[in-house]
């Protein structure tokens, strides 16, 4: 088994998060799209001028039926936060 915390988060995703979804009865040929940019950007506008700001990407969308998006799932790399306890003697 990997060191969990030296696993990308495309890793995360292959050996994870698309496991999980097969257990869980997700067709992925036809219920989950991979790496899918969600959103055309933020429109920002000054004046008479609007610029579009960056494209949001999910990981996975969970589809109920086509064109019917019902969950969006982001990885994220693992890390570890430690955390000190300190007791009152």
């Keep these: 088994m990997t ?4 696993l ?7 050996q994870y ?3 999980a979804l097969v257990r869980a009865g997700w067709d992925i040929s036809k219920q989950v799209r991979e790496q899918v940019y969600f959103t055309d950007g933020r429109i920002y506008v000054k004046g008479n001028r609007t610029q579009r700001g960056k494209a949001k990407k999910a990981d996975y969308i969970l589809y109920y039926k086509p ?23």
């Design 3 to 6: 060191n969990k915390r030296e």
């Design 8 to 14: 990308s988060e495309q890793d995360i995703c292959t």
């Design 17 to 19: 998060i698309l496991p």
């Design 67 to 89: 064109n019917i998006p019902i969950a969006v799932i982001e990885a994220k790399k693992i890390f570890i936060l430690l955390v000190l306890v300190c007791s009152r003697l």
